[in-house]
């Protein structure tokens, strides 16, 4: 079953990424998670994909009311932690998405939501 990993991260975590000093620590960390996944028992094809995002400064929030456009700049609302990137990862079941949520390296200071994907969708 296809599981999203979405990865939620505090406002130092977007500035780690900013900071030359710290960014390639956080690169690091996540690609060794990368690595973890694809070469666990989950098949490498098995880790559909995924993507970092940029800080939630850089968003724009559209929504329809009354037929009507409404257009805010930034995040839809305001939060310690944003969205900062997701994994896509195929697996047995929820247990097994849960372990990966686990080691992700956002984990330790923000949040995962591990959500499954509706089937017949990517």
């Known amino acids: 079953m296809k599981y999203a990993l979405l990865c939620y ?3 130092d975590d977007f ?11 956080y690169r690091a960390a ?3 998670y990368l690595d973890r996944l694809k070469h666990a028992h ?3 094809a098995s880790v559909v994909g995924g993507a970092g995002l940029v800080a939630p400064h850089a968003a724009t929030t559209l929504r329809l009311r009354g037929g009507s456009r409404q257009v805010l700049d930034g995040p839809y609302s305001d939060t310690k932690e944003a969205l900062g990137g ?3 990862i195929d697996v047995d079941n929820l247990d097994a998405a849960l372990g990966w949520a686990e ?4 984990a330790k200071t923000g949040a995962i939501e591990v959500r499954p994907v509706m089937p017949g969708s990517g």
């Open 86 to 88: 997701i994994y896509l």
């Open 9 to 11: 991260e505090t406002p």
């Open 42 to 44: 989950v098949a490498v």
């Open 103 to 106: 080691q992700c390296p956002t």
């Open 15 to 25: 500035a780690t990424r900013d900071d030359a000093r710290r960014q390639s620590a």
């Open 30 to 32: 996540h690609s060794a």
